[in-house]
């Protein structure tokens, strides 16, 4: 439910928030690299400045992610090996097919594993959470602020062995879970659950529905 | 308040059926297995004495479940106090409710009972099944709920505004409605493979099935016509004397033969409306109109994909969906020629892949000479790949943004930009290839079969971009409007 004390003020400092906020967050650097229109008109409803304390710039994850990535994939090829190991004895193929394959899937799989990392990035803006990933299909999401229910950090055996930790956003969209962060430092995971919080507190806009 | 009295024998019969089945099961399989069967009547009479302890099991829990359920109605919520064992009570804030369903089935009606559900938004399942109420009890029920969520309180307001039909299901309109029930696609390709291979596939099978290739076509013919005809009594059954009401903010709807539905849909939690047209409705010029809320996850169970109206004159169904959600005259953008080139790739390479696939079941078990038939289907790729671009397209309007796709079965969904949850565009190595883009609109109203997200499919890669942003923009703009000026549809 919306909080009716904050709403005739923030509507009024819209305007102003708007020159200040877009003035504020126009970094050269990365003008190219996010997407055309991403300068926002922010969320109205927080004093600009204590938005913009809030919103980050293009972030990446930390390396180590690769690791994990890596992990998953070799575990992958391995069981497909060892499947296929078993399958090719009852044909007559040549058996040694199954090394080659396996191995060139390993050199696929973590080139695969290295682009993702490479591709994967993420920004909290002043209206929304902004993430784009995936390196055959390449994803960009944007994830309003008011639209967010609650947000989790989550740790798997692996990540807490590495000190990293997942960051998992949920709206009521039917994709719910579909905004998650993998890779964080534990550190920058809980700063950006603070953040994400606050912003979507501050951006509430009445019914979530 | 309690359940119908009649519950108790109703429930005793269904689940009673279900355990003697179970029983009888189980010993004729067991008894089979030991080999024993000559124990003849100590066998007979364990059988009567297993039956006559589940059934006295049965018919004490069914009547202990009856006595322990009860339900009210207070001045903010619904309670239900039930369990046996173990107890539970639950409490539903009436705003909270989205859907108000009730559904008989044939004995349900005989007996004069009905199920009532009630659907919220919250998790994934039905929040309360009321097993089962009087019928009166269960109409009852649905107009009590739907007043206090109107916040009006006992029945004391009698001035409240009639029940407007919306729409009713005419003779005419039944009999489209299993005219377009059946699925063009599915007859296309049966028809193609069965008349196509049948025959050959017969004759390798042996000289007794020679008849068959001379009848083949003929057969799938009769076959498909047969499943037509039966697909379409299934859906006039299941949509027989439709009659879509409505009263205040609420869309009320009543429909089927054998087993009756009626139910409720609360238009302040609309999320999107599709309109449905499959080829032969589009032929025919009618449309069918699908409402999701927040509530539903349409298709959760077959029986369930909830039309808010099943078939319609187009024109009509399209003043219906702009009663509920009042969007502008849309124009399509249509995603750009190149994209339309891809699809003519993507087809040819199907075609070549399945040719491929037939060659080589040939190869191995040498049954189908005529492999290479499906390439005749490369003579139709630029038409289909020019169908498939031309019915694909997008539009943005001041309040909605509006999506279209599929030939076969078209869907046009419209999301007013304050249903908007996350919005996405993605780009496959394929689409990047031609720079263009997709972009997916989240909404909380569950997609389910069939319904899925809006999506804008193919388009320029930069105005993917840019719609991206755009619909994300005109959410926020659209939720401080409304704040503005509070309770404009709400």
Do not use: C
């Amino acid at each position: 439910m919306a909080d009716p004390v904050d709403d005739p003020a923030a509507t009024d400092a819209a305007p102003g928030a708007t020159d200040e906020a877009s003035g504020a967050d126009e970094p050269d650097a990365h003008g190219a690299e996010t997407a055309p229109g991403s300068e926002q008109s922010p969320q109205a409803t927080l004093d600009p400045d204590a938005i913009s304390e809030h919103t980050t710039d293009r972030r990446t994850l930390s390396a180590s992610v690769q690791l994990i990535w890596a992990v998953r994939v070799l575990f992958g090829v391995a069981v497909l090996g060892v499947l296929g190991g078993f399958a090719i004895g009852q044909t007559s193929l040549d058996p040694t097919l199954v090394p080659a394959v396996t191995g060139v899937l390993t050199v696929l799989g973590l080139v695969w594993v290295h682009l993702r990392y490479r591709v994967w990035s993420f920004r909290v803006r002043e209206d929304a959470l902004y993430l784009e990933r995936g390196v055959v299909t390449n994803v960009k999401t944007v994830a309003p602020h008011v639209r967010i229910q609650h947000v989790d950090t989550s740790r798997g055996p692996l990540e807490r062995a590495l000190g990293l930790s997942t960051l998992v956003v949920y709206t009521a969209g039917s994709r719910g879970a579909d905004v998650s962060i993998p890779g964080l430092t534990t550190e920058e995971a809980t700063d950006l659950q603070q953040r994400v919080k606050e912003l979507a507190i501050a951006a509430e806009g009445g019914d979530a529905l | 308040m309690k359940l119908d009295r009649r519950t108790i024998p109703y429930r005793i019969v269904e689940n009673g059926t279900r355990i003697v089945g179970i029983i009888i099961f189980s010993i004729v399989t067991s008894s089979a297995g030991s080999g024993s069967s000559g124990s003849g009547f100590f066998g007979l009479s364990v059988l009567v004495a297993l039956l006559t302890v589940g059934m006295a099991i049965t018919i004490a829990w069914e009547y202990a479940r009856f006595q322990r359920y009860s339900y009210e109605l207070t001045s903010d919520t619904f309670d239900i106090h039930s369990g046996v064992l173990s107890r539970r009570d639950r409490e539903i804030p009436y705003e909270r409710i989205q859907n108000v369903d009730i559904s008989q089935n044939i004995l349900q009606r005989f007996l004069d009972i009905a199920e009532v559900r009630l659907e919220t938004a919250g998790g994934s399942g039905t929040e309360a099944q009321l097993r089962y109420v009087s019928t009166g009890e269960a109409s009852r029920l649905q107009e009590a709920i739907s007043r206090r969520k109107r916040g009006a309180g006992d029945e004391a307001t009698e001035t409240e505004s009639e029940e407007a039909v919306l729409f009713e299901l005419s003779d005419r309109e039944h009999v489209i409605l299993g005219i377009i029930s059946a699925d063009l696609r599915l007859i296309g390709v049966l028809t193609v493979a069965i008349s196509a291979f049948a025959p050959q596939v017969a004759s390798q099978l042996g000289p007794e099935f020679e008849l068959v290739s001379v009848l083949g076509p003929a057969v799938a013919l009769a076959g498909i016509l047969l499943f037509w005809a039966a697909s379409g009594v299934l859906q006039i059954f299941r949509y027989y004397g439709f009659r879509l009401t409505r009263r205040e903010d609420e869309l009320r709807y009543e429909r089927g033969l054998l087993q009756r539905y009626s139910g409720t849909v609360p238009l302040s939690k609309v999320q999107t409306v599709t309109l449905r047209e499959n080829v032969l409705a589009r032929a025919l010029g009618y449309a069918s109109l699908t409402i999701q809320t927040a509530g539903y996850a349409p298709g959760q169970d077959g029986s369930r994909v909830e039309s808010a109206v099943p078939v319609a004159r187009r024109d009509r169904a399209l003043a219906l969906a702009r009663d509920v959600e009042p969007f502008d005259d849309v124009e399509f953008t249509r995603p750009p020629g190149r994209a339309r080139m891809r699809y003519a790739v993507r087809y040819t390479l199907v075609v070549l892949g399945l040719t491929a696939a037939l060659r080589v079941v040939h190869f191995f078990t040498d049954a189908l000479p005529r492999w290479y038939l499906p390439l005749a289907a490369l003579l139709v790729v630029p038409l289909a790949a020019h169908l498939t671009w031309k019915h694909r397209g997008y539009y943005v309007t001041d309040d909605h943004v509006v999506t279209r796709r599929g030939f076969w079965r078209r869907n046009t969904m419209v999301v007013p930009y304050d249903r908007v949850q996350t919005v996405f565009s993605s780009q496959t190595v394929f689409q990047r290839r031609r720079d263009l883009g997709t972009v997916t609109i989240d909404t909380a109203g569950s997609g389910g079969l069939g319904g899925g997200d809006a999506v804008a499919v193919d388009i320029d890669a930069g105005v993917a971009d840019r719609l991206r942003e755009d619909v994300a923009d005109r959410l926020q703009r659209s939720l401080r409007a409304r704040e503005r000026v509070p309770a404009t549809t709400d």
